[in-house]
């Protein structure tokens, strides 16, 4: 499309003016405070592409050029999203989003000129929030980065207490619990439920669920609701073949069963 610019092509990275919006971006909710996004990229023109885009949009943005440069700054708590390049030089970018997750519950969405559908599974399993294929268009990264952003902040209204046998589901405060433990899920793992726990009885379509959840601009990436339906399944303690929670509509979506206590 003209005059939009594309970063991430091997060896090419866009000249001229990147153009954002002006003004810091801050969270919703309290004090004012600019979104801070942590690019961790080796490609140094690449790194340098996004830092003009990310800032001339209103972020704040730290770079790391390794996977130890990127586990320090995120365990230190100085970020509200990651963009993750897999190839790294000192580790799998694979194995580092696990380790960032593990750490942090931070958004994460990755950045790959990787095409196999494999590989953009893996990192979905691994607990990545988005996947962005490269080269892309500076706008869809910055409209992707927003919508993870509304993913991990906003709740669906709801009934404020779900129990179903050993799981509670606060949707108030956005806390799961299993036997009693808090389970660790992901931003989007964590919208997704409450989607689902906030319809009970109602088919939610697969083009629904995705608009929902990933935002207006998906709709036909059925493979990212099976990986995560499958990952909320395995910490709910749920089953496909036996549900207790989430009943699988073939061809159609999903729904969350009534039955509860």
């Known amino acids: 499309m003209a005059g939009e610019r594309t970063i991430g092509e091997v060896g ?11 003004g810091a971006v801050t969270l919703s909710g309290g004090p004012a405070q600019q979104i801070r996004i942590l690019v961790v990229e080796d490609e140094p023109t690449v790194r340098a592409a996004l830092r003009t885009v990310l800032g ?4 704040e943005v730290t770079e790391a050029a390794t996977g130890a440069e990127a586990t320090a700054v995120n365990d230190a708590g100085q970020v509200d999203v990651v963009l993750l390049d897999l190839v790294l030089p000192d580790t799998d970018g694979v194995s580092l989003l ?4 593990k750490a942090r519950n931070v958004p994460v969405v990755v950045l790959s000129g990787r ?3 494999a590989d953009k599974l ?12 490269k080269p892309f268009h500076t706008a869809e990264l910055l409209a992707r980065i927003r919508a993870v952003l509304r993913r991990s902040k906003a709740a669906p209204e709801g009934p404020g207490l779900v129990t179903v046998g050993d799981v509670e589901i606060d949707l108030t405060k956005r806390v799961v619990r299993r036997n009693g433990e808090m389970l660790r899920l992901t931003p989007t793992e964590l919208r997704l439920l409450l989607e689902l726990v906030s ?15 990933w ?3 998906y709709g036909t990436e059925s493979h990212y609701l099976r990986v995560y339906i499958a990952q ?8 496909a073949t036996r549900p207790r929670m989430i009943r699988t509509e073939p061809g159609l979506g999903y729904r969350w069963m009534e039955r509860s206590g």
């Open 232 to 239: 909320l399944r395995r910490k709910l303690g749920d089953s």
């Open 199 to 213: 319809n009970p009885g109602m088919l939610l379509t697969h083009s629904e669920l995705l608009k929902r959840v």
């Open 98 to 101: 696990v380790r960032l997750r």
């Open 56 to 59: 001339g949009s209103g972020f």
């Open 122 to 133: 893996r990192a979905l399993d691994a607990g990545a929030d988005d996947y962005v294929m």
């Open 215 to 217: 935002g207006e601009t």
């Open 115 to 117: 095409r196999p559908l």
């Open 12 to 22: 090419k990275v866009p000249q001229g003016r990147l153009m954002g919006r002006s």
